[in-house]
């Protein structure tokens, strides 16, 4: 069997805290399943400077094209918030994505039923929530030219600009996402206003003819963002371009409750990237109480989108879903005072349940009370 190569980038702040229990969720799925993994880590961010003077040094930029998948923690730090912009984390990671041409930007949002009373949102309105939203990555208006101010300062420009190709391959992520899953595509755009979004929504509608299994549908922007709070369960995969997708799933972040619990996988034509959503969260850092799920969820991407190995996946989604039945909790989805796990007692509990099926995961008291009603 292929042993699968692993290029780790734990980053900053809980970054590596994260990402040590990612990794033990890897690693408990390998020997579950019998695939050999190779995990190495490299330097990103504030800890790519600290140790070569770059955020994105030369030994992690060779190392992740050659593996199978990249697995990121989070970067940025405080102190060096005020570098100058080659020296900061963040520019490590925008090199990172450029460099693996990542396009498609996944992000997974499904309610856990033990933590419906963790959200904002009345329960009714969250039972069943399973969005994916398929953000494009590389194109529109964070990356349009012209850009800039002018001269005197008091105009400015940025470009809205995508060209067919770039919105096919994007669908196509989604279209093939939604075969997968519950075979429906929701396009959102500003057609009534935008010729982008005009180009956005004839593109995908021929592309949608390869796929005529997958019902299609087209939103506006505007009703989308209304609807992400008012019917979330309407929605199977959402596809949309760069700067709808960046505010959108940030919106549907906040329906599941933390943004400690959220995968992310972004996809092109190399090895994938997969990262929590979240930052390196400095305020926390060090102190064993981030929510490790984001980071174990997110291997659960990478070995379904990434390797191609989905009965793993799941087995990873269904112990991370088990934990939570069982009432273990990090800080960030306790009830307030309630005891909480620490990121590795999280992280421990989760990689011994993977694998593990419904029955096998009951208690001793609970298996002897079914036991008795038998
Ligand atoms: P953040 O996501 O790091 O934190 C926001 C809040 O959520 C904080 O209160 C934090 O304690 C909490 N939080 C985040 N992850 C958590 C987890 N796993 N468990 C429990 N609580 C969690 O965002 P921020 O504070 O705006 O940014 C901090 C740094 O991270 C900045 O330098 C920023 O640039 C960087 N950042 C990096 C990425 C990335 O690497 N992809 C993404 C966002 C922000």
Redesign the pocket.
């Known amino acids: 069997m292929k042993t699968y190569s692993i290029a780790v980038l734990p980053?900053?702040?809980?970054?590596p805290e994260?990402i040590a229990e990612a990794e033990r969720a890897l690693e408990a799925a390998g020997d579950r399943f019998g695939i050999p993994f190779t995990l190495q880590r490299f330097p990103i961010?504030a800890a790519g400077v600290a140790a070569a003077g770059d955020p994105f040094p030369e030994a992690t930029r060779a190392a992740v094209t050659r593996g199978d998948a990249v697995l990121?923690?989070?970067?940025?730090?405080?102190s060096l918030?005020q570098a100058p912009r080659h020296l900061r984390?963040?520019s490590g990671?925008l090199a990172l994505r450029a460099q693996l041409g990542v396009y498609a930007n996944l992000r997974p949002v499904a309610v856990f039923p033990a933590l419906v009373d963790r959200s904002p949102l009345k329960a009714d309105r969250l039972e069943g929530v399973d969005v994916l939203i398929v953000r494009e990555l590389t194109g529109g208006l964070y990356y349009g030219e012209p850009r800039g101010r002018d001269a005197g300062g008091a105009a400015a420009v940025n470009t809205l600009r995508y060209t067919a190709a770039e919105i096919k391959r994007v669908a196509r992520v989604a279209f093939e996402a939604a075969r997968q899953r519950r075979g429906h595509v929701t396009s959102v755009d500003k057609a009534n206003v935008l010729e982008v979004s005009q180009l956005w929504r004839e593109t995908v509608t021929r592309v949608g003819q390869d796929y005529p299994d997958v019902r299609l549908d087209h939103l506006y922007v505007d009703t989308a963002a209304m609807r992400l709070v008012a019917d979330p369960k309407a929605f199977d995969v959402l596809l949309t371009e760069n700067m709808f997708g960046d505010i959108l799933s940030d919106e549907a972040a906040v329906l599941v409750g933390?943004?400690?619990l959220l995968p992310s996988a972004s996809l092109g034509e190399g090895p994938g990237l997969f990262?929590?959503?979240?930052?390196?969260?400095?305020?926390?850092a060090g102190r064993d109480?981030?929510?490790?799920?984001?980071?174990i969820a997110t291997v659960a991407l990478l070995l379904r989108h990434g390797l191609g190995l989905a009965e793993p996946a799941a087995a990873v989604e269904r112990a991370i879903s088990l934990a939570l039945e069982q009432g273990a909790r990090?800080?960030?989805i306790a009830e307030p005072g309630a005891p909480a796990l620490g990121t590795r007692a999280m992280g421990e509990r989760i990689a011994g349940l993977i694998g593990v099926s419904h029955t096998e995961s009951v208690g001793p008291a609970e298996r002897n009370a079914k036991a008795q009603h038998a």
């Open positions: 980053g900053d702040g809980i970054g994260v961010g990121l923690g989070a970067v940025g730090d405080p918030d984390p963040e990671l933390s943004l400690g990262e929590p959503i979240h930052g390196s969260a400095p305020d926390i109480v981030a929510n490790p799920i984001g980071a990090t800080r960030d």
